[in-house]
């Protein structure tokens, strides 16, 4: 993320331009890209007006009446260029991943896929499995993930024993994870 915030010029305008090319369609007032990019207010308002400038992103009247509304720009002549170099650049080391995660609790095992390995199909992006994980901190974790990433992360968290049991059953959810692209990242387990 160091290069692209030196290319770009802040981690801010990384943050907000990944938030509209992983949700092409979608509509964000300028509060939706403060809480979900996690910037600041005055930052999103300079970001936004800069890739405004730039035609990357249109103003839209919004949803509520008040304020601006703002949508990626899908005629940007660059937009697939774009898409490819902050998509295909992994936004979070994996390891960093590992130590952010392990504030919530002990966690045994840590499987990616969906977005973390651009495969697109899959149904959950991170399954974390541990134990004595504190959900608000696991939940504050995520937030933040989704934030640097830009994209909202479908991900499950199921205890040791819980996994272990689902495994040897067959279960649709983790066969489905494990049975299509994925990355092991942890596997303290050993069934993995």
Do not use: C
Not at 89 to 99: E, Q, T
């Amino acid at each position: 993320m160091e290069i692209l915030e030196k290319l770009f010029g802040s981690m801010a305008k990384v943050k907000v331009m990944r938030l509209f090319l992983f949700n092409p369609e979608q509509v964000f007032q300028t509060s939706d890209v403060v809480y979900k990019a996690k910037v600041n207010s005055a930052s999103a308002r300079r970001e936004l007006g800069v890739l405004e400038k730039m035609h990357l992103v249109k103003r839209k009247a919004a949803r509520t009446g008040r304020g601006s509304a703002w949508v990626l720009n899908s005629s940007f002549p660059f937009l697939q260029q774009l898409q490819n170099l902050l998509i295909n650049i992994s936004p979070v080391n994996h390891d960093d991943v590992i130590k952010r995660l392990g504030k919530a609790g002990r966690i045994k095992a840590l499987i990616l896929s969906g977005v973390f390995i651009q495969y697109w199909d899959s149904r959950i992006d991170m399954m974390i499995v541990g134990d004595k994980i504190k959900k608000s901190t696991l939940d504050n974790v995520v937030k933040h993930l989704e934030a640097e990433i830009g994209k909202e992360l479908n991900y499950t968290m199921l205890d040791t024993e819980d996994f272990k049991y689902r495994l040897s059953i067959g279960d649709r959810l983790v066969r489905d994870m494990l049975d299509y692209p994925h990355e092991v990242v942890l596997d303290r387990i050993g069934v993995l």
